[in-house]
Every structure is written in structure tokens, then in C-alpha cells.
């Protein structure tokens, strides 16, 4: 969107002519902001964000595999945490099931 500023001079014919090339333009700004509203296409980009960020997460976590199986130290440890964090929301979540 432009904030420019339009000059309307000439004859009445011209001058509708260009009103008619003003409206266009505008009719086309509405309507590409409509489309960039509609829930259809708000929801596409959070799932394209969503997707994106489980490729990143994947990729990191197979890095730190990788990295762990070659001997990493500091990526051995990451996983070991990993583990011990899921057991233990494991364990909450079926402690708070069967209290």
C-alpha cells in the first residue's frame, strides 16, 4: 500500500479517466487485504509456521542423535535430560490419573 498522493488534472474526460484508474486500484488494495484476512488463508500461514517449526525441531534433534551417537559429550547429556524430563511428565501425568 502506497501513501501516495494523486494528482487529477486535465480535461473531464481525462480527469474520469483517471478516477476510474484510481478506484481500479483501490477495488484490487480491498481486495488483497480481504484475502489476507479470510480465516482460510490466516489459517494456511499458521499451519506453514507450524510446520516450519517441527522441521527446525527435527532437524536439531537429529543433530544432537547424531552427535550423541558420535561421542558428543554435551549432546549426550542434552538427550539424557530429554529422557528424564519425559519420565517425569510421564510420571506426573499418571500419578495425577491414578491419585
Known amino acids: ?13 481525462e480527469i474520469e479517466k483517471q478516477l476510474e484508474a484510481i478506484r481500479q486500484e483501490m477495488a484490487q488494495t480491498v481486495n ?6 479470510k480465516p482460510a488463508a490466516l489459517a494456511e500461514g499458521a499451519k506453514a509456521a507450524a510446520n516450519e517449526k517441527v522441521a527446525n525441531v527435527k532437524a536439531t ?3 544432537t542423535v547424531e552427535g550423541a551417537k558420535a561421542g ?9 535430560i530429554a529422557g528424564a ?7 506426573l501425568i499418571a500419578w495425577r490419573i491414578f491419585r
Request: proline fraction near 3%.
Open 1 to 13: 500500500m502506497s501513501k501516495e498522493l494523486y494528482e487529477v488534472s486535465g480535461s473531464p474526460a
Open 61 to 63: 534433534v537429529n543433530s
Open 72 to 80: 558428543d559429550r554435551v549432546a549426550q547429556r542434552n538427550l539424557a
Open 32 to 37: 488483497d487485504l480481504s484475502d489476507r484476512v
Open 85 to 91: 524430563a519425559t519420565v517425569a511428565v510421564v510420571g
